[in-house]
């Protein structure tokens, strides 16, 4: 074990200063380069198995302070940033005005005019689709928004819940891995990959509240033996964002009933307030999966591979969708039928279908990858660290990103090639080597 020296905490500071150095750099490459942006995001996710690495193996509490403390500070920094990826969090701030405003976000776009009076004049031309679409986040997350904007309406005020709730998932993480055994080192991957700081920090992303509560629901409840709880935790998880809804089979055990109706009405609840839309309750979903390219096949790698190479006949869409469909089915009752044994195998259930269920949809959103990531230090997965690092290739901002399918299916092969190796580990014993 490295001794607890100078020279230890040296280098934990200089893992802090490298890392804010690299976000620097992909500040600089947002606006000039984007091949300067990906090299800098790729070595920051090396960094970040570097600082992981030396807070395990130096077993000093000064040497996670130091990493802990610069991870801190590197998150403040961004959430003072304006936000230079995605423009969500302007509809966050938008819907928690509506909604304390006491309208319905699910029955106006924000151009309606009944709405005139919200309009702050520096946020509401940053909202994306403000000319015709409702809100699509569902009501646990319409509900946060509206928490937060009632304390404040501004930016940087729901980034820092963002970061908040990011720091309640991770110590949720830092439970599981004491639970299993597992180096505590090893969650400061969480705290240096750029994905988080990022998505989270920098840009307010509300996979942060869905992770708290996703983790959560593991670490308070199958944990301490209340089933219950964990389930409603997830479902109110899923109520932030559906990927969530993946780990409910893990912690339904066979036979039992009252857990999914518990779940369902628990659902029902959460969508009472919203009734008043109607059949409009599931929001902009429907168009947002035709923008997205899903319903017609385009939106999905291996669909979109398939058209590139001119082998893509008329009826392979909905087949494709049908297998996925089958296939998540299958995994998510093999998990149900092996759920609440022990948690390793909760983890491990959950973890094979969200990599399969991101491998399948292949997503063009990199945030979506988000949740997978604590796997990697809770199992020693390699996929998810893959999808969530080789996820910033679908960022393209300036003249020399190279064309976008090409860095998708770069993508793509680096999460398949990870993912293949955790198969032929079989969601290994051992953490990171």
């Known amino acids: 074990m490295i001794s607890d020296n100078k020279r230890v905490v040296v280098a934990a500071v200089g893992l802090v200063v490298i890392t804010a150095g690299l976000t620097s750099g992909m500040m600089l490459g947002r606006a000039e380069s984007d091949r300067l942006f990906y090299a800098c995001a790729f070595a920051q996710a090396g960094i970040s198995l570097a600082a992981g690495w030396l807070a395990m193996l130096s077993g000093s509490r000064l040497v996670l302070a130091v990493l802990i403390g610069g991870a801190v500070l590197l998150r403040l920094w961004l959430v003072l940033q304006v936000p230079s990826l995605s423009g969500d969090v302007y509809r966050y701030i938008w819907d928690g005005r509506v909604e304390n405003a006491g309208y319905n976000p699910y029955l106006h776009v924000p151009a309606d005019p009944v709405l005139l009076g919200l309009r702050d004049p520096a946020q509401y031309g940053l909202i994306d689709k403000r000319d015709y679409a409702v809100t699509i986040y569902p009501p646990v997350a319409e509900a946060l928004f509206a928490l937060v904007t009632r304390l404040s309406p501004s930016v940087w005020a729901m980034k820092l819940a963002m970061v908040l709730l990011e720091g309640v998932a991770v110590w949720a993480?830092?439970?599981?891995?004491?639970?299993?055994?597992?180096?505590?080192?090893?969650?400061?991957?969480?705290?240096?990959?750029?994905?988080?700081?990022?998505?989270?920090?920098?840009?307010?992303?509300?996979?942060?509240?869905?992770?708290?509560?996703?983790?959560?629901?593991?670490?308070?409840?199958?944990?301490?033996?209340r089933p219950a709880l964990a389930a409603l935790m997830l479902t109110l998880a899923a109520l932030v964002k559906p990927t969530a809804a993946l780990a409910l089979p893990a912690v339904w055990r066979p036979w039992q009933i009252l857990l999914p109706l518990a779940v369902l009405a628990l659902a029902v609840c959460c969508y009472v307030p919203f009734l008043g839309a109607g059949a409009g309750i599931v929001g902009f979903l429907p168009t947002y999966l035709h923008e997205q390219g899903l319903d017609t096949g385009q939106g999905v790698f291996w669909l979109a591979l398939l058209h590139h190479l001119g082998l893509l006949p008329p009826w392979m869409t909905l087949v494709y969708g049908a297998s996925a469909a089958a296939v998540l089915l299958g995994l998510a009752l093999r998990t149900r039928w092996a759920g609440a044994r022990d948690l390793e195998t909760m983890l491990g259930g959950t973890a094979l279908l969200l990599v399969v269920s991101l491998l399948l949809l292949s997503p063009t959103l990199p945030w979506y990858f988000l949740v997978a990531l604590p796997m990697t230090p809770l199992l020693g997965l390699w996929s998810p660290f893959a999808l969530t690092t080789s996820g910033f290739l679908l960022y393209g901002f300036n003249a020399d990103a190279p064309p976008f399918f090409d860095r998708w299916a770069v993508m793509m092969a680096v999460a398949l090639a990870a993912a293949l190796v955790d198969a032929r580990h079989l969601l290994p014993k051992k953490a990171i080597p």
């Open 173 to 225: 993480t830092v439970r599981l891995l004491v639970r299993l055994g597992r180096p505590l080192g090893w969650s400061v991957i969480l705290l240096f990959h750029p994905a988080p700081l990022w998505e989270i920090a920098g840009n307010g992303h509300v996979d942060a509240a869905m992770m708290a509560l996703l983790f959560g629901a593991f670490a308070w409840g199958s944990v301490a033996g």
